[in-house]
Structure formats: C-alpha cells, structure tokens
C-alpha cells in the first residue's frame, strides 16, 4: 500500500528549503540514524539487554554458539535495507561516507556535495548512537558491573562494542590484517551495490533493491564479520565512536586503544572502508561495466543482430547516469 501524504511545511517558500541539496542532506542523516538504530540496537540486545534481562543463561552469557552472530548479522542487514528504504528517493541512500566517495570517483556525484553529504551521515550516527544509549543505558550500566569492569576504566570493550568496532585477538594488535579486512570488506559491498543498480545489468526489478543490498551486508557480515566486526562504514564506526568517548568509555573509543590489544584503532574503518570502495567501484566498471559498455555499443553498430537483446538492448534502454546514489530516481 502506498499512499500520497501532504506536506506539514506550508507554503512555496518552506518546502523549496528542503527541495534540494538541503532536503537531501536531512535524507542522510536520517537514514544513517536510522541505520544505526536497529545495527546498534541489535549489538546493544545480544551484548547487554539479553544477559541482562535474564532471558540468558547468566548475565554475562552470549555469544555462546557460532549461531548467537546471527542476530547481529540480521540486524544490520535490516538495518541497511531500513536505511536506504527510508532515504532512498531523496537523496540516492548513500548512508555511508565510503559510498559518498566511491559514487563522486565513478558515478558523477558532484564534488562539491561529498564533504556535506558525510556531515550529515557522521551525525546522524552519533544521534542515533545517542538514542541507543538512552534506550539501553541501565542494560549497559548492568552489564559492567556484571562484568566488574567500569565504563571509566578504559577496558569495558563488552559494551563498548555496542558502538563502534575492534579487532579480533589473533591480530595481536598489528593494523596490517584488519586494515586489509575493511578494504576487501568494503570493496565487496560496493561491487555488489554497483552489480545491483546497474539498470544495464541485472538490477532487480521494482524497489527490490534495498532489501538486496541489505543482504549483501548480512552476507560480508557472515564472511567476514568476527575479523573486525565489519564496520565496512566511516560514519557507522566513526559516530557512535565518538559518542562512546563522550559518554565515558575513554581509550577503548578514542584513540581506539587497550594496552596490548589494539593501540590507535580508530582510523582503520575510516580510511580502510574509503580505500575499498574506490577500489570495488573500479573493479566493477572494469571487469563488469566496460563490458556491458561494449555490448551496448555492438548493439548500436549492428541493430539487425538483436538476438542478444536481453544482455544488450534491455542494457542500452536501462543506462542511466546517477547523480546522487543507487535509488536516486533519476539514475
């Protein structure tokens, strides 16, 4: 059911406010808030209000089974595919800085709107995180002293982890490994965001494609998640980290650092997310994209040998340029 709502702005002067670059901006940072909301809910649920709640077997049981991750797997790929549903027809649903940056390199994003488009992104993660911690902040609170570790302390990585992400132990606290887990992580996301919206390609038919894209995420989540705890998101990993620190978890969020576990961790979902989109983007404009560029143009040169209409003529009818994002209407 779908439904036409008329506007609460009234007048020409208020809605044209928010018919452009502005309106796509608050897009944003509600997508990404929201985005946060069921991705950080769910850590908060498995790692806090399950334990506490006594639906566990003692307050601080979880993650007992490979099986219990899945919670958090399905969490944010709903979290994604609530995301882009909710931003989508405005602002494209970047949701995440490292698409911003992939999109400007090959999709014609204007340059100019990057920089406010991560803005907007990074704080609507650190409302959204804000909203988790009002929401669980007794569960978290149980959770510590459960764990007889204070949130002050430096150390309380358990419910820090609601927020932001860290590395598994068998890196010892060397970069070099989970550094490359969010380049082929992210890497992997924008290949197969490209692979889904490619209108030439096989892009799903009617508004599929948010739910897609969200089970891409659960699938990089399944492969690769326990690494690093796949943040594959500058704004996902970066916002609600600072909002940690400001909240008390010290060290542990910013610099992102536990004396002989990980030492100035922060920088890795920010600069390994936006070097693996870069990358996915062009392996799938070169591996993928110049194909389906070169089917259209044999099209064009032979428009007697239409038997390959389905891979080249329905490809040429879909190309489109997009401007703003994967579900931009324009694309």
């Known amino acids: 059911m779908s439904e036409e709502i008329p506007a609460l702005r009234r007048g020409p002067h208020g809605l044209k406010r928010v018919g452009g670059t502005w309106g796509e901006l608050l897009a944003e940072f509600l997508g990404t808030f929201v985005l946060i909301l069921f991705g950080d809910g769910a850590v908060a649920m498995a790692v806090a209000g ?29 979290a994604v595919m609530f995301g882009v549903y909710v931003a989508g027809g405005i602002s494209g649903a970047h949701i995440n800085p490292a698409v911003t940056l992939a999109f ?35 569960a978290i609170n149980a959770a510590d002293a459960a764990q007889d570790t204070a949130r002050s302390s430096g150390k309380a990585l358990v419910t820090f982890s609601i927020f932001a ?18 380049v082929v992580g992210t890497g992997l996301l924008l290949l197969l965001i490209m692979a889904l919206i490619d209108r030439r390609n096989m892009a799903p038919a009617g508004n599929t494609g948010p739910l897609l894209i969200g089970l891409a995420v659960g699938a990089i989540g399944l492969s690769f998640g326990a690494n690093a705890g796949y943040a594959i998101n500058p704004a996902r990993d970066f916002g609600p980290r600072l909002f940690a620190w400001i909240a008390g978890w010290g060290e ?23 070097a693996g989109g870069v990358i996915g983007v062009l392996v799938y404009d070169y591996l993928i994209g110049d194909v389906l560029a070169a089917r259209r143009a044999q099209a064009e040169t032979h428009p007697a040998g239409r038997a390959g209409k389905g891979a080249a003529g329905e490809g040429a009818a879909g190309e489109g340029r997009t401007d703003r994002g994967p579900f931009d209407e324009g694309s």
């Open 50 to 78: 399950l334990p506490g709640s006594g639906r566990t077997a003692t307050p601080t049981t979880f993650f007992v089974g490979a099986g219990d991750w899945m919670l958090i797997v399905f969490g944010w790929a709903f």
């Open 104 to 138: 400007a390199v090959r999709r014609q994003f204007p340059w100019n709107k990057v920089g406010p488009y991560i803005g907007a992104q990074v704080v609507g993660a650190f409302a959204g995180a804000a909203v988790i911690f009002a929401v669980y902040n007794s």
């Open 165 to 182: 992400t860290f590395p598994a132990p068998y890196f010892h606290g060397s970069w070099v490994g989970p550094f490359i887990d969010q």
């Open 252 to 274: 542990v969020a910013l610099p992102g650092s536990i004396p002989g576990a990980f030492s100035w961790y922060f920088w890795i979902p920010i600069v390994g997310p936006f």
